[in-house]
């Protein structure tokens, strides 16, 4: 069974946005509302900082606690890992939100909560995410990390990379290479 | 310097800056869920150990009030739902995982339990009603005839009525002020003791005054020390717990947090109870309406500062 997930190069993102933009035509994201946003992460003191650029999006967590905390079962995980939301179980009770701690979830003007889905519709298709098809300078790479050939798990391999809130314990599968 | 900037724009409603999904609604269902909590728990107790007649406002009439208040409560969980239509779905699933999910299952026992119970006593506190139906007054008097029994589920069901409304926040590592396990019995407790707090407000006879006060100040004494726990227990936790607890020592929610929830609605009407069983005359009501203020507040402000305390700040 897949495992999909996505590798971030941060030394080749420029924070150019075309992702967000793809992401919100692809999959028809109300205004006001973003499934993807860039993140400039600026660290050290003057005159020696480092800034990190990253696409960041719903981390497809192997622990999930936004399905663990949802008491419909809306929110459930998919074949291959992606975490999805069955928009007709979904009350918009809003425990999902309060249980991501990377704020990843809005409320869907609907009414259904809404998140990144790894542009599943694509994927099934044999296409990539509309965000990683669109992306200038090719630095978003998406893939199944348990064939070991796969691109991301070469990447993975072969570079040092991070999670985000690793310490949280949700095991996310968004991995940004450094 | 450690500095995180969303550059592509991201304001989204109800999560950015920081979450504000759940406004009155929330902590006015978790108030009125405790409060019912503690009116059922005492009420069942003091059945149990057939004081009925000697405690009949907190056995009796008090509890003609715990369906009312917890269909209130009921309503603004649904209001609070942005896609209402589905309410049903709550029924449509059992998920373990959940705490929400235990809590609307729990709902489901303890609100006809809590509209039976009353009926139950009905005729004790208003003899002239009489209940319609010949098949409901047959099944008001086969519960009367096993009314210890059902007591006993009452208090289990109360009991984790109570429970419940601080678990269900605790159970939200993502937001440190939430996530820790002192909120399930610091809701208890607040609970309990709002629901002593009514009691108090309604009771008409001395013995029950004084009863009432004397439990209420050790729900109090509990509560404080739950509320020190509380703190000792996020300072000597992660920075991110140390950051929680900082938006009440010297942050946002100080003042009103110390001053108003723990200084006029438990300290101060801990006081007054006192003074009252030590002969004072000082009217019940004050402390009791300060206990409800204090219990309503305490829920208002753990809400929205659970929400405020996050992992990332940008």
């Not at chain 1, 099934?124 to 199944?144: I, N, R, S, Y």
């Not at chain 1, 991301?152 to 570079?159: A, E, H, P």
């Not at chain 2, 649904?78 to 809590?103: C, N, Q």
């Not at chain 2, 937001?175 to 820790?180: A, C, E, I, L, Q």
Request: include cysteine.
């Amino acid at each position: 069974m897949p495992r999909y997930a996505m590798v971030v190069d941060t030394q080749r993102c420029v924070g150019c946005a075309d992702c967000v933009v793809a992401c919100k035509t692809e999959n028809n994201v109300p205004d006001g509302f973003c499934r993807d946003w860039i993140v400039q992460d600026v660290t050290g003191v003057f005159p020696d900082l480092q800034m990190e650029i990253r696409s960041e999006r719903c981390n497809h967590c192997e622990n999930a606690p936004c399905v663990r905390s949802c008491p419909t079962g809306a929110s459930y995980i998919e074949e291959g890992g992606i975490v999805l939301v069955d928009h007709d179980k979904c009350t918009g009770c809003k425990a999902c939100i309060a249980a991501c701690p990377y704020d990843a979830r809005y409320v869907h003007p609907d009414g259904y909560v809404d998140k990144c889905t790894f542009c599943i519709h694509r994927v099934k298709e044999g296409l990539e995410p509309a965000c990683v098809e669109v992306c200038p300078t090719q630095c978003l790479h998406f893939g199944d990390l348990a064939d070991p050939n796969s691109e991301v798990s070469q990447l993975l391999k072969t570079r040092h990379y991070h999670t985000l809130i690793p310490e949280a314990g949700t095991e996310p599968k968004i991995f940004f290479l450094t | 310097m450690h500095e995180i900037t969303i550059t592509s724009g991201r304001n989204m409603h109800l999560i950015d800056p920081y979450l504000t999904i759940w406004g009155w609604e929330i902590p006015v269902y978790l108030f009125l869920g405790g409060l019912v909590s503690g009116i059922l728990f005492f009420s069942a107790l003091f059945f149990l150990r057939g004081k009925a007649d000697q405690y009949p406002t907190i056995v009796y009439r008090t509890p003609l009030l715990a369906p009312l208040f917890l269909a209130l409560g009921l309503l603004a969980l649904f209001l609070d739902l942005e896609y209402k239509l589905h309410v049903f779905r709550f029924y449509t699933a059992i998920r373990l995982e959940s705490p929400m999910s235990w809590g609307s299952w729990t709902l489901a026992v303890i609100f006809p339990m809590s509209i039976l119970w009353a009926l139950m006593h009905l005729h004790r506190v208003y003899p002239q009603i009489k209940l319609p139906f010949r098949w409901l007054n047959q099944g008001i008097a086969f519960l009367n005839r096993h009314a210890r029994l059902f007591a006993w589920i009452l208090i289990v069901y109360a009991s984790l009525l109570g429970m419940y409304t601080g678990i269900l926040l605790s159970a939200f590592n993502a937001r440190p002020f939430w996530n820790t396990a002192i909120l399930g019995p610091l809701f208890l407790v607040s609970g309990l003791s709002t629901g002593l707090a009514l009691n108090l407000l309604l009771a008409k006879n001395h013995q029950e005054i004084q009863l009432l006060s004397k439990i209420d100040i050790m729900a109090i004494a509990v509560e404080l020390f739950l509320i020190i726990h509380l703190f000792m227990g996020f300072l000597a936790s992660t920075q991110i717990h140390i950051e929680a607890a900082k938006l009440f020592l010297g942050g946002p929610y100080t003042a009103e947090f110390w001053i108003l929830v723990v200084g006029l609605g438990l300290i101060f009407p801990g006081l007054l109870e006192f003074l009252e069983i030590r002969g004072r005359c000082i009217p019940r009501q004050i402390a009791a309406s300060l206990i409800l203020f204090g219990g309503l507040l305490l829920r208002f402000i753990v809400v929205e500062a659970g929400q405020y305390s996050q992992w990332f700040s940008w």
